[in-house]
């Protein structure tokens, strides 16, 4: 089983700043099938980014995904207000079962 | 579009077995280019993947709940149900179905909005 870490647990920064978190897999994440998903209070993960890059419909370009093999980067170039968040990595690169990361809280400095 | 919505009993005895079901509508959970997936996040906790149920039903579930799990599908009514047995305080949680995408290496692109439930005497 693939263990994701995620770091760091928590991020604190301003509207208008760029995050980025990052992801770490215990071994090899095959074919880059790693997905990131944000979650708000009370709401189910929303899918942003599939295939380490590839961004979701609908989700804006100000998200975007990067990094291969064990390492994993999720960058928001520019915070809206909205983007203040839980954010989850998942691995599917392997059979099941597929594992997520712990979660990175992006909170509002 | 596709929606899913989770239901069943938002309380469950310990020792007894949990029974939730997904219903999906916008879509037919007899597409083959879909896996349909159960997931649950613990009060303040991260996302455990639970398992999955492919339409020719062939499931896989996670090992470390494997000896409890038991998913199924009803293609007539567009639902997909879990089945969770000898409950503890620990399976409490929020429970969610989702779509998987991508084939056998999948990705969850749609979600119900969850369910709670809560194991209690």
């Known amino acids: ?109 | 579009q596709v929606q899913l919505q989770e239901s069943g009993p938002g309380l469950v005895k310990p020792s007894q077995t949990l029974s939730l079901t997904c219903t999906v509508s916008g879509g037919s959970i007899n597409s083959g280019s879909y896996y349909w997936s159960w997931i649950r996040q613990p009060a303040g906790k991260g996302l455990e993947w639970i398992g999955r149920i492919y339409i020719s039903g062939s499931t896989n579930y996670n090992p470390s709940l494997k000896s409890r799990v038991t998913i199924s599908a009803d293609t007539s009514k567009n639902q997909f149900s879990l089945k969770l047995s000898s409950v503890t305080a620990a399976d409490t949680a929020v429970y969610y179905c989702a779509r998987c995408i991508g084939g056998w290496y999948c990705y969850f692109d749609y979600w119900g909005q969850g369910t709670l439930v809560t194991v209690s005497s």
């Open chain 1, 1 to 109: 089983e693939i263990v994701l870490t995620q770091s760091p647990g928590t991020l604190s920064l301003s509207p208008g700043e760029r995050a980025t978190l990052s992801c770490r897999a215990s071994q090899s994440v095959s074919s880059s099938y790693l997905a990131w998903y944000q979650q708000k209070p009370g709401q189910a993960p929303r899918l942003l980014i599939y295939g380490a890059s590839s961004r979701a419909t609908g989700i804006p370009d100000t998200f975007s995904g990067s990094g291969s093999g064990t390492d994993f980067t999720l960058t928001i170039s520019r915070l809206e207000p909205e983007d203040f968040a839980v954010y989850y990595c998942q691995q599917y690169g392997s059979s099941p079962p597929y594992t997520f990361g712990q979660g990175t809280k992006l909170e509002i400095k």
